[in-house]
Every structure is written in C-alpha cells, then in structure tokens.
C-alpha cells in the first residue's frame, strides 16, 4: 500500500473551500466545515495522513516540507481553488518527483480533460463517487485496470477509464469520525449556527431534488438518496460521543436529511436515548408530526435552503418548493421551538430588482433565526452552468466565481440585471434583515442570557462588518 496523503491545499486566507463545503468560499464570518469527502477515503487506508490545511492555518511551505514522506497525494479541488491546487501539487513533486499526485472533488468528476491538461504533473483524477478508486490507487493497483479512474500514462496521453458503479451499500463505508480524531484539531471547525465545537458527517448520499444551481447531486452524489443504516449511524454517534466529550452538537449533512421522513424519525428516536444535541439539512416541506418527533429527541436545529421568495424563480431551479407549504413548514418549526437558519441565493434564473426585494420580505416574514446570503454560482456540472453559457449570462470574467481574496462575486449577468446590482443586492439583504428592532432583540437576548455567546456574536460581528468592508473593496 502506498504511503498515502489526503490534502486540502492552503489557497486564499480564511477560505473554506473544504471537502465538505457547498460553495467554496471565504463567508461573512470565519467558518469551516469538516473534509469529510476526503475523510471517507482516508478512512479506507490504512496509515494514510488528512492534512486540513486552511482551518490549521498550515501553510504551503509546511505542506511542500511533507512531500517526501509519502508516495501518493490526493488533494481535494474546487473552480475557485483550482489554480492553486494545481501549483501545490507542481511545488510538491519539486520536492518529491517520485510523489504521485491526484485530484477528487466535484471539478474534476465532470472536467477530468480539462484539469489534466492543467498541468503535465497531475497523475490522474478520480470523477464521481471515488473512494474505492482511490483506495485501488493506494493499493497499488494497474491504473489501466482502475474503474472511475482518468490518468496520464507513460506517453503522456491522457486515459479515461470505464465508469464505477457508485456505492450501494453506504455501509461498507467506515467511520470518518476516527480520521477526524486522529488528524484534526475540532475546535478549529466553527460554523455560526451551530453549538462549538461541533461536528458534522454524513448519514447518506445523494438527493432526489432536482434544483439546477446545487453542486454535489449532479456531479458526485447523485439524485437517489443511498442511506447508511440507522445501527451504523447510531455506533458512529455514540463513538465519536466517547471520543469527543466537548461535542455540543451533531450535524448531518447529508443534502436532505430529511427526505426519508421515517429512517429521520427512527435515527431522532435513536439519538433521544443517547441525549445528544443534533441538527440537519431538511428541506421547507416536512410534516409537522415528524417536526414533532425529532424535537423532542434532540433535535435543536435545522438548515433550510429557501433560496428565494419568488415562485416563479422556485419553478425555474426546479426547486419543487410552494411558498405557502414553506410558510407553513416555518411557522410549525417556530411553535416546535425548532430554530432554523435559513440560507437564501440572489442572481438565479428569472432575478429582476423586484425578485430580490420580494424575496428580502419574505425573509423577514417568515423571520428565521439567523441567514446566510449567496451569490448564484454556475459550477461546472450543473444545468445551471449548462444554462448560463447557452443563455449568455456568463462571461470569462467572472467564470472563477470568486475573487482574488476568495470571497464570492456575482458571476451571473443577466439583460436587464448586472453583476454589479446582484452583488451589491447581498448586503442590503443582511441589513434588512438583521437591522430591524426585534431582530437585534432576539440577538440582544440571546447574548445577555449566555456570556459565551456574547463573546461569540461580538467577534462574529467583527467579523462580518470586516467582510461587508472587503466587499466594498471590491466592488470599487
């Protein structure tokens, strides 16, 4: 078996672009979300090393300086951090010509052409679902012989090999939460929403929905929903319980956790006898009898993607969300005592001035806890991209979706809404949301009750008006 590294390289300064990340990105404030797409092939071999290197501020001196301990490199890659992905791996085999390097992640499982070319020292890619391939590579295996596999052989000439069946039985996957006890320092994980420290895994792969803009389902995970088996998630929880006592809370992170109402509702009842804190991914659809359920088995939290409060723009992203089902979904968490942080997209398909205002007042109507703004991002792979290089709404100069400091520009135009109006639309959606008098109450509240969270929403304060200043910068 091959001496085996699995890295997410060192890019822009604060950019979580990890193997876990939905939009690769610097955020609003300091957040990182877990490798776990790089944990789950690490869990597979043996004596490998994850080096997370943007939580651990690990630069790329220190990353180069590990080069010659090993035989394999995987680096995760995303569009934004390609570039820099590539010249980590060249900086390496500098270091190390013998070192074998690949890349896995959503770019290259639908551009493995494209990302070879990039650069003569990239070994191979890995497309789609690639723990197995990866673990056939560190085994040693003839490249030629490797299902999933794109490779340069010894000519040069780059070769794709036949398709792998993606994983059906979710559990044949081990644990990822050993790699992150061995490897990871989990304080250095914070997301704004969530109880610190936290940690986050995945309980199935896959997502039924069809909307045009989400990354994973349409290049790696897939639209069915493959589960891990409610015994197997429960033994994950109650190790990583043990290992890590200072755990607050549990995240799930699958696209849609709750898409099987009743395995949600039999790994809730699961979770109640184990008294652990948890939340997830659900979409705006779920009965309230099932609300009910995971509630009151620890249940603090739920991350619901509304992206817009606009009907006809939930029609064009294929969304398969009614307004008035998403209402009343809220309006049931809110009475549950179920907090929600919503997460809303400006820029999509059908965006007109009035859409954003719209969409800015539903917001507030519906009123969740905290919210998350994004930009439309046309990744390589999604019918969006299809869409906006057919429609023109792309151009070369904004396809890298974001900028030199990592952080998010609009690279969606459309005829009569500019780059520039979608972008600045981002901040006037945070102020009028979170500068309304009941809204800095509830905040208020919040911090005079618990001095940890005073200290942590001054900081995220900071942190955010920092960012709406580096936007402006931008801009101009």
Aim: hydrophobic share 40%.
């Amino acid at each position: 078996m091959m001496r085996t590294l699995f890295l997410q390289a060192p890019s822009f300064d604060g950019f979580d672009g990890g193997a876990g990340s939905r939009y690769q990105a610097k955020r609003e404030i300091a957040s990182f979300w877990y490798p776990t797409w790089l944990a789950q092939p690490a869990a597979l071999i043996e004596g490998s090393k994850l080096i997370d290197a943007p939580p651990h501020k690990i630069g790329i001196e220190a990353v180069v300086g590990q080069a010659r301990d090993y035989d394999l490199v995987v680096l995760h890659t995303s569009t934004p951090s390609f570039a820099s992905d590539v010249k980590t791996i060249e900086a390496m085999k500098a270091a190390n010509p013998g070192l074998k390097a690949g890349l896995i992640g959503a770019k290259v499982a639908v551009e493995a052409d494209k990302s070879l070319e990039a650069s003569p020292l990239i070994d191979f890619a890995a497309r789609n679902e690639f723990d197995f391939t990866i673990k056939d590579v560190a085994d040693g295996r003839d490249l030629r012989t490797i299902k999933g596999l794109s490779w340069r052989n010894s000519d040069g000439v780059i070769v794709h090999n036949a398709e792998r069946p993606i994983v059906e039985n979710m559990d044949l996957l081990p644990f990822v939460t050993p790699v992150y006890k061995r490897d990871l320092q989990i304080d250095n994980y914070f997301i704004g929403y969530l109880k610190h420290p936290y940690i986050s895994f995945y309980t199935g792969r896959g997502c039924k929905s069809r909307c045009s803009f989400c990354l994973w389902p349409q290049t790696v995970g897939g639209h069915r929903y493959r589960t891990r088996s409610v015994g197997h998630v429960i033994d994950e929880i109650r190790w990583a319980k043990a290992a890590f006592p200072q755990v607050k809370e549990f995240f799930f992170d699958d696209d849609t956790f709750t898409d099987d109402a009743p395995r949600a509702e039999e790994i809730a009842r699961e979770l109640g006898k184990l008294g652990v804190v948890w939340s997830c991914n659900a979409k705006a659809n779920v009965k309230r009898s099932t609300l009910k359920i995971m509630r009151d088995n620890g249940l603090r939290l739920l991350l619901v993607g509304y992206e817009s409060g606009n009907q006809q723009i939930l029609h064009n992203i294929k969304k398969g969300m009614l307004i008035d089902v998403a209402k009343r979904f809220t309006k049931d968490c809110h009475e549950l005592g179920i907090v929600i942080h919503g997460t809303f997209i400006l820029g999509l398909p059908g965006e007109t001035s009035e859409t954003i205002k719209e969409t800015i007042e539903f917001a507030k109507e519906i009123n969740p806890h905290t919210i998350q703004v994004s930009l439309a991002a046309p990744y390589p792979g999604t019918f969006l991209h299809k869409q906006a290089l057919e429609n023109g709404w792309l151009d070369d100069a904004n396809a890298e979706l974001v900028d030199a400091h990592g952080v998010q520009i609009a690279p969606l135009h459309y005829p009569h809404l500019s780059h520039s109006e979608i972008f600045h639309s981002v901040e006037e959606f945070y102020r009028r949301f979170y500068f309304r008098a009941p809204k800095i109450a509830s905040i208020v509240g919040e911090m005079v009750r618990s001095p940890e969270m005073m200290k942590r929403r001054l900081r995220e304060g900071v942190e955010f008006f920092r960012f709406l200043k580096e936007r402006r910068e931008v801009a101009h």
